[in-house]
């Protein structure tokens, strides 16, 4: 059978560089956020002329206003539009921070630096209950931070990582903050990484999970596409033939559904096997043929999280507008336009390089953005002096732990603790902190109050959080996902390549 290149791709945009490029906080299956919707998913929308709504707007709509919504102590911080360019106080803007709990001058503080490129931070729980301040903030453009007017919001040239990390220091100093902490979780490792080497005076430690390295590997399709095919490899003959038949001839669009499944299941824990196991055995029956109840199950799902609220402006939603930006001009969009992925009935999921491929380029125009407009994210340029902490899974999809192990090698100049989830998808450690099992909770409560504190992580910490792991986690699959610790970065890991999830094979 011949290769078939996949119309849905388009969409393979999206979940490769968003989806994946995940920001949230990873919920347990169990145990559901109060935010949450019925499927476990961020939602990537598209803000227009006619749609946009303004930062006080969206506060007005969605902050202190019901239960079911965020409740919050925030404050509005005048900022330059342009750090490199202040004329007048008509380029100024305002970045939205907040607290959830009154702000506590006398306890420790950490900023909690939000992923996307383009989320915001409204649909998310703190980490720390207690003891500490959680500096949450709005990155410009989204949110409560969006600008008045829809010329403001759509001016590419007032966002940028640069531009993040000074508000950021802006939001320091109007909370009279000395020194603190910074979280910087997947796109967010990038600016409080840059935050930290900037102003190193004025942090204490640096904690960074779902690590950006390497930008040139992000959204590629060959990590799933290797992976994919391991899972293909696992059905039988019915099953793999179903499986085809549906991808051939899929007149419905089926695929471009179960296929966004495919591609969540590379940021969640144990996340390649679970899909096998809890959605595809059900779509693809043993006996062969196709499930088609087990289907519109998965479809109403699919377009529940998509009316959860009426604008696309909405809490915990990544703004595409702000994301395409920030891919155009740091991470390098241009690049994506090589690479596309098909699909072989004996081969199963091929990426290819292609000369076809223009989406990104158009994207790109759109933001008046030019392929020499690009200022690419390189984590060399930026040293940092203080502690690091990463909490990183080896399943990762979405900032692949092979970037994490390339930022460790060109950004930390002091002591390293690297806590390697194995079989962790994007957020591990929030993963774990979110669990319905009170002593998993606690335990990995702890682990950031470590980190976020600059404490010494030794062995015996880490076997006694493994072992309140598998003690306490009833999913037989999630009980793997277990942590490794790593005080010198290791050469290789591909003892863990063996696996149905296991990482890129890679030498250093």
Known sequence: MGILI??????GFYVLSVLLFLNSCQKSNENKNKFSSEIDETLILKVTKDNFINGKTFCQLYVNTNEKLSHENGVWIDVPKNYDNQTSSTDKMQIYAYTRKPFDPKLPSFVFVDGGPGQNTHQFEDILSDGYNQINFDQRGVGCSTPNTWDEYSDQKIYSSKN??????????????EKWSVYGLSYGTIPATMYSSFFKANTKVLVLEGVVGSVENLSRFNYFSDKWNLIIKSFNEKQKNSF?????????????????QFMIAGYRDAGFKSLKENLLDKL????GGFNEEAFKELKRKYTLSRTRFEKPQQPGAVDDNILSIFYCKELK????????????????FIERPTTLKKYWRDECYKHDIKEE????????????????YYLQGSHDAATVATGALNHWKMVPKKSVFFMFSIKGGHNPGLSKINSANDEIKLAHRNLYIKALNGE?????????LNSII???EKNENLKKVTWELFLKRPKDFSSIEGELEGIKRIQY
């Open 6 to 11: 996949l119309r849905s791709m388009k969409y």
């Open 164 to 177: 993040t990390i000074y508000d950021m220091e802006e939001i320091r100093k109007h909370f009279g903050i």
């Open 244 to 260: 085809d038949q549906l991808i051939l001839n899929d007149r419905d669009k089926k695929f471009e559904i179960i296929m966004q």
């Open 284 to 287: 693809f029956p043993l006996e």
């Open 333 to 348: 969009a241009f690049e994506k336009d090589k690479f596309t992925l098909d699909y072989d009935s004996e081969k199963g």
């Open 373 to 388: 407009n690009q200022d690419s994210y390189e984590e060399a340029k930026y040293p940092v002096l203080v502690p690091i």
């Open 456 to 464: 010494k992580i030794d062995s015996e910490f880490v076997k006694n």
């Open 470 to 472: 598998t003690k306490n």
